[in-house]
């Protein structure tokens, strides 16, 4: 193999192929990455037997071949060379590869493709279109929720749910719950309930931001088989293995009752949340919220730290008071993209669910604490 690349396009592509690289392997070639020619293109893949990226980008090729590399070193040259050069790869019949940039010049030794794990065939005969905007949606409100509790796999990932053309995604962690659906956004046919991992969505999230320059106005091409998920955007392409198991009944969750609803401006509810929050024990605490009359009392109290405050709010029922993981609540405020937060409850012991106030199509459930 010959070949030569620009250097920014070839760290790019290597960056974007990283994350699949395993961190705790018992096999060594999964520290490397092949790179091959395909197509009059360069291609580059990696995976960790779970998870796996492939990536083409273009060069100058003057004779075909493959190679793998060990990934973070290969990387760290890139890094070191003259800016604004191309680099030129040659590979010996020895698996050994001659770089070259400007004057500097390196040798690495490399594996053969032989000895490279493969990237299973998806059947894309079923394959569907969702834009980029809104797939990067639908995991922004849901990802964060997920469990990272080993011995509860299930919910180490999102939960997706294609029925009569909506898509529904959900997550949960036991103490929270996000869900978003999207209706009419697939084909009616299209018919599925799987669990995505964590990893794969946190990737594709990435590859949609892009280098803040974005890909929102794509479409991502996605299919599902029993056991995998298959992802391609521009010239990325993304490949997952699912989660098994089924995962929880989450509509049992959700409150459909609502004895109490207030609605709250979100950014100051955020706002005192947060410095509510600075005086919770580091092991974890709860904050207080009293709902009473005219108004929302805020508080929180540690060995060494008291706070009390207090937000106006159109309220006149009972006196309430219940109490929140402040982290929890802080992380839906985030989410809800509108000026005010729809809070229901129905008593301080059941779970209380946040929403856009005029509603929209996500949510998020969370699960009180005792104070």
């Not at 939960?159 to 036991?174: I, P």
């Not at 103490?175 to 084909?187: E, G, T, V």
């Not at 109490?323 to 839906?332: D, G, H, L, Q, T």
């Amino acid at each position: 193999m010959k070949i030569a690349c620009n250097k920014e396009t070839l760290i790019q592509a290597v960056e974007t192929i990283q994350s699949a690289l395993s961190s705790r392997t018992t096999l060594p070639i999964l520290l490397n990455f092949l790179m091959e020619t395909e197509n009059r293109k360069i291609k580059v893949v990696s995976t960790d037997l779970e998870m796996g990226i492939k990536h083409y980008v273009n060069g100058e090729i003057e004779n075909d071949g493959s190679i793998t590399l060990p990934a973070r070193k290969f990387s760290d040259i890139l890094r070191t060379l003259p800016e604004g050069k191309d680099v030129e790869l040659h590979v010996d019949a020895g698996s050994k590869v001659q770089l070259k940039c400007g004057r500097s010049h390196f040798g690495i030794i490399g594996a053969p493709k032989s000895e490279y794990p493969v990237l299973p065939e998806v059947n894309k005969n079923n394959a569907f279109e969702i834009p980029a905007v809104v797939l990067e949606k639908m995991i922004d409100k849901t990802i964060f929720s997920v469990s990272s509790d080993e011995t509860r796999h299930v919910l180490n990932g999102v939960f997706w749910s294609a029925k009569k053309g909506d898509l529904e995604m959900v997550s949960t962690d036991g103490r929270r719950l996000s869900a978003i659906k999207k209706k009419k956004l697939l084909s009616d046919d299209k018919a599925f309930e799987i669990i995505v991992p964590t990893k794969i969505l946190g990737e594709m999230q990435k590859a949609v931001k892009g280098d803040g320059k974005g890909k929102g106005d794509e479409a991502v091409n996605i299919a599902v088989t029993d056991s995998q998920i298959w992802f391609q955007i521009g010239a990325t392409t993304m490949i997952s293995r699912l989660l098994a198991g089924s995962f929880p009944n989450y509509h049992q969750v959700i409150p459909q009752k609502k004895d109490i609803v207030v609605t709250i401006a979100t950014k100051d509810l955020l706002a005192v949340t947060k410095r509510a929050s600075l005086c919770v024990g580091e092991r974890g605490g709860a904050v207080k919220y009293t709902l009473r009359r005219g108004a929302l009392v805020v508080a929180a109290s540690s060995q060494n730290l008291e706070f009390n405050d207090e937000l106006p709010l159109d309220y006149d029922g009972a006196e309430f008071q219940t109490a929140f993981n402040p982290a929890f609540v802080m992380e839906a405020l985030k989410h809800i993209e509108t000026d005010k937060t729809q809070i229901s409850m129905t008593s301080p012991v059941n779970p209380a669910l946040f929403e856009p106030a005029g509603g929209d199509d996500y949510l998020f459930v969370v699960m009180p604490m005792r104070a």
